[in-house]
């Protein structure tokens, strides 16, 4: 069995920092396209940042200058920087990645559990 291990979420002031981290743990053939989501009190699940298996980048135009999705294919891990950090940025945020268990089987989409973000004014 796979899971996303998310980590690095907490309370911070605006302007202020974090770094979260999510690592896909067990057998994994391949991964693709890696992600972070986030959910909102009272509003809908948006892509916050995307990034595909050779690097390339997606941001929301809220959160682009600001964060900055990075990948490390060995340790099967996606990160998030966030900085400039704003009250608006509260939120749930969860991970995503794109897996195939093994060579005969296709990709299907695997989230994390959710780690809190919460920034104050």
């Known amino acids: 069995q796979v899971q996303l291990q998310e980590s690095g979420g907490g309370s911070v002031q605006a302007g202020g920092s974090l770094i979260l981290s999510c690592a896909a743990a067990?057998?994994?053939?391949?991964?693709?396209?890696m992600g972070w989501y986030r959910q909102a009190l009272g509003k809908e699940r948006e892509l916050v940042a995307a990034?595909?298996?050779?690097?390339?980048?997606n941001y929301a135009d809220s959160v682009k200058g600001r964060f900055t999705i990075s990948r490390d294919n060995a340790k099967n891990t996606v990160y998030l920087q966030m900085n400039s950090l704003k009250p608006e940025d509260t939120a749930v945020y969860y991970c995503?990645?794109?897996?195939?268990?093994?060579?005969?089987?296709?990709?299907?989409?695997?989230w994390g559990q959710g780690t809190q973000v919460s920034v104050s004014s």
């Open positions: 067990g057998n994994i053939f391949s991964i693709n396209a």
């Open positions: 995503q990645a794109s897996l195939k268990l093994s060579r005969y089987l296709s990709f299907r989409d695997y």
């Open positions: 990034i595909s298996s050779v690097g390339t980048t």
